[in-house]
């Protein structure tokens, strides 16, 4: 089945704690992406990537590393989380930008005390 | 700046109504408008717009871009209860913001019996 898969899909940490948070997909899509969800917010994207080694801030990247050294594979870390990182989120991915709508993965709630 | 603004934010109506939801944008070398639905957690794809006037249809749900006057539209006819959701408009752009998702904060549509 295609999918994108993250883990953990819940996640309670302390903070200073380093965490990753993974993100897989199975499509052989080129591009990829990670996004928070905050109330009143909506999604905001936090980093994206069009291919193998090529990454890009999105509009809310401090605090946040990424790596791309695979395709299927973007993980999300969080060297030193803090509490105003507690969110809802989402990795996304697609065949490439502007072509097909992109699919995402279920989630991860993180929370941060 | 880029930006996405979806109106109303919230919207309750009686199953058999009509509802539009609006979105409008401002996004420097505009490439795609894309609605997805969000029920309890992963936004799932409905439609990708990139062409003014030509109306995107599936089922009871239609989408018209307006890309004169920057803003797309997304109708649900003879709605039902399963059409209850947050629905998520994002624009994407060319050149330095290619990849970069923008979102809307949503609009949390309410079907009640």
């Known amino acids: 089945e295609a999918q994108v898969t993250q883990n953990p899909r819940y996640l309670i940490t302390v903070t200073g704690k380093k965490l990753t948070v993974t993100c897989s997909q199975n499509m052989n899509h080129e591009y990829m992406s990670w996004y928070r969800q905050d109330p009143g917010l909506g999604l905001r994207q936090i980093y994206y990537s069009m291919n193998v080694e090529v990454t890009d801030k999105g509009d809310v990247p401090e605090g946040y590393k990424v790596s791309r050294k695979e395709k299927r594979n973007f993980p999300l870390i969080l060297e030193s989380p803090s509490p105003n990182q507690t969110s809802l989120y989402f990795c996304a991915s697609s065949p490439w930008t502007g072509s097909y709508g992109y699919t995402f993965g279920s989630g991860t709630r993180l929370t941060v005390v | 700046e880029d930006k996405v603004v979806q109106s109303p934010l919230s919207l309750v109506v009686h199953e058999g109504d009509t509802v539009t939801l609006n979105c409008s944008y401002e996004?420097?070398?505009?490439?795609?408008l894309l609605w997805y639905k969000q029920e309890k957690k992963a936004p799932t794809f409905l439609f990708m717009l990139t062409s003014s006037g030509i109306e995107k249809k599936s089922g009871r749900l239609s989408s018209i871009l307006d890309k004169k006057e920057l803003f797309s539209i997304l109708n649900i006819t003879a709605t039902q209860t399963g059409d209850s959701a947050i629905y998520l408009c994002?624009?994407?752009?060319?050149?330095?913001?290619?990849?970069?998702?923008?979102f809307g904060k949503g609009t949390k549509l309410s079907v009640k019996p």
């Open positions: 996004v420097t070398n505009f490439r795609s």
């Open positions: 994002a624009v994407e752009g060319y050149g330095g913001s290619q990849g970069n998702l923008i």
